[in-house]
């Protein structure tokens, strides 16, 4: 078995054409979607093949790059932002129909339009090239509004992030502009307040981090120690200080 590496959380192995991961109490929810996406059609998610003699589950592996930070050139570049707009669009549309009551990681919210990703990122986009072709770890999916995975994926994509965080690139009117050519990709027609719906997405990763280090998960205790949660925090305000109304 091959160790995949840029995992924050889990240890993901290759074998073959599969992966393995772990499994937690919302993993047969996702199970779940991952069969209805596929069966409407969306080729972008991995199928689900079982559990290992491990109790992992058994995952397709999709060939292709996955960038983690500092993010490739492919990954900041106009074709994969345009094109992971369309494949979150696309998921979204192959959410809907699919029974979304069960014991999901991330509370569930209202109105719940579909299921949403959770972690729509470049470390979770499969690129051919520049182009986004598949989405990766699912642990994360759970019932909300299109805007909420829109939001984190604008400030993972465009980046919406303070100058002085390293993983981030742009000025402001770069950030924006591409924050709308995400948006323009993707369709959102309601762009009403979407600074502080990204600010909010934020602090709702905030809150949950803490929550978990609480909890007594180790991982995101060592992120915390990082100072993860300060970057997020300094990011949330430079997003409510420089697009506050520059977004919508």
Partial sequence: MELLTG????????????????????????????????????????????IDEEGREVLTFFPGDVSNYPLSP???????????????????????????????????????EVVCHGDFAPYNCVLDGDTAVAMIDFDTAHPAPRRWDVAYALYRWAPLTHPD?????????????????????????????????????LTALVEFMHAQADAGNAAFASHIADGHDRLYLRDIEYIRTSFTGLLG
């Fill in 165 to 201: 965080n390293g993983d981030g690139f742009g000025t402001v009117e770069q950030q924006a502009a591409r924050a709308a050519r995400f948006c323009d990709a993707y369709g959102l027609e309601d762009r009403s307040n979407l600074a502080e719906a990204v600010a909010d997405r």
């Fill in 7 to 50: 995992g924050g959380i889990n240890e993901v192995y290759r074998t073959g054409d599969t992966v393995r991961r772990p499994t937690g109490a919302w993993s047969p929810l996702v199970h779940g979607l991952l069969r209805h996406v596929r069966a409407k059609g969306f080729t972008g998610a991995p199928d689900f093949h079982g």
């Fill in 74 to 112: 492919a990954a900041r570049s106009e074709e994969a932002l345009v094109s992971a707009a369309r494949l979150l669009r696309s998921y979204h549309d192959a959410t809907v129909g699919f029974g979304r009551s069960g014991d999901w990681m991330l509370p569930a919210r209202e109105p719940a």
